[in-house]
């Protein structure tokens, strides 16, 4: 199939894109280069010895959208270009808003004009809110988002959910746990803008020296060791997931929605004792008081992606912390960076 894959030079968009080709898809992508770099788009070619085709464009500028479309013949959309910083949500609601719900209704309508109706979407387990119980599965109601990030991924499941329904798309909704790790070759991965807000790359960047200590956000959680409990998942295993959802797509299924995440959860201090195991470096750490709005556990039952989708997680967290590694050491320490207390 010829996919489209907004937000393609991003993280989890460039992985995907990788696993695409490897998988004999052709791709397009298209980004404004936000939040990613232009040379990401070698570092593809580099891994897969495969072309793309590379549009730098914003989803913001619809006769740009309408360009696209009228030059590729387009069979499936995957849908990861948008803000994603949860605290700067809360600073900015309104950009949030802007780009990610305007940007996607403008995406909607070139694919309407153009008549394009399949689509993979980025979403996350955050549309679940404060879950009843823990592991989570797509059975649950969605829930109150504690943040402006989160609630443009529940808007846009439910604009879709009615696009859908109401013009016999087939849309998939693909709801992430917590991706961390990077392409074993080291060439691409996470780069976090300033402070990372997220534990693996803070993790990493105590590591390589540029941050003197981890802050650990409570330990008095009601979990084995008292410290959050997530469902990390290897981002080359998320990509390969949106290779499987083609699928559906293949078998014009409607709507459909998947949790992907492995199914196991690891406390903050399991996910520091691996790192320091695997990679052979401490990792300094000490005990903060709990992050606003974070829930103790939180992990999926991912059980309909494997048998619907045939998808199978291959990583484990060793992978992870080791690959969330090698990466950051290509990467070094940035110049920029201020040492943190
Ligand atoms: P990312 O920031 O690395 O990638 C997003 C890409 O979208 C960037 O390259 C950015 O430049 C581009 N972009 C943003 N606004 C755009 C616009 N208006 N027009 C064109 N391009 C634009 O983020 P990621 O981690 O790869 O996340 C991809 C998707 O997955 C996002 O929608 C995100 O919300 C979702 N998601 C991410 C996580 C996570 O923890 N990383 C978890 C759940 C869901
Ligand atoms: N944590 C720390 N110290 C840090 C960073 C994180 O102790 O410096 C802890 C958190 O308290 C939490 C765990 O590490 O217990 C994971 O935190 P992350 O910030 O890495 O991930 P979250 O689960 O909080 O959030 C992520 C994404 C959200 C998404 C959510 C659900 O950042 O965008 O998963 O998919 F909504």
Not at 157 to 179: G, H, K, M, S
């Amino acid at each position: 199939m010829r996919i489209l894959v907004t937000g393609g030079t991003g993280y989890i968009g460039s992985h995907t894109a990788v696993e695409l080709l490897n998988a004999g898809h052709e791709v397009v992508i298209f980004d404004n280069l936000s939040n990613s770099d232009i040379e990401v788009v070698d570092k593809i070619k580099k891994i897969t010895g495969k072309s793309l085709v590379f549009y730098y464009a914003d989803m913001l500028d619809k006769p740009a959208l309408d360009k696209i479309f009228d030059q590729e013949p387009i069979d499936c959309v995957i849908h990861f270009a948008g803000l994603k910083a949860v605290g700067e949500s809360v600073k900015n609601p309104y950009l949030y808003y802007h780009n990610n719900i305007v940007g996607t209704l403008n995406l909607i309508e070139a694919m309407q004009t153009h008549g394009v109706t399949n689509m993979i979407f980025s979403s996350s387990a955050t549309v679940y809110g404060t879950p009843k119980s823990v592991p989570i599965d797509e059975t649950f109601e969605k829930g109150q988002c504690v943040n402006p990030y989160g609630w443009t991924k529940s808007m846009i499941e439910q604009i879709l959910t009615d696009i859908q329904r109401a013009n016999a798309w087939n849309v998939v909704l693909l709801r992430y746990f917590n991706p961390i790790g990077a392409h074993p070759s080291g060439l691409i991965g996470e780069k976090p803008n300033g402070v990372p807000n997220n534990l693996m790359p803070y993790i990493t960047q105590v590591a390589i020296g540029e941050r003197k200590e981890l802050g650990v956000f409570g330990n008095d959680y009601d979990t084995p060791d008292g410290t959050g409990i997530r469902d990390y998942i290897h981002v080359v295993d998320l990509a390969n997931a949106h290779v499987c959802a083609l699928k559906k797509i293949g078998d014009r299924s409607g709507l459909s929605v998947y949790n992907i995440g492995t199914g196991k959860g690891y406390s903050v201090l399991e996910v520091i004792r691996n790192f320091e195991k695997v990679n052979g470096i401490p990792i300094p750490y000490s005990i903060r008081p709990r992050r606003e709005g974070d829930l103790a556990s939180y992990y999926a039952n991912a059980d309909k992606a494997k048998r619907e989708l045939g998808w199978q997680p291959k990583y484990g967290i060793e992978d992870m912390v080791r690959d969330s590694w090698n990466f950051q050491q290509m990467q070094g320490r940035s110049v920029s960076s201020e040492q943190d207390s």
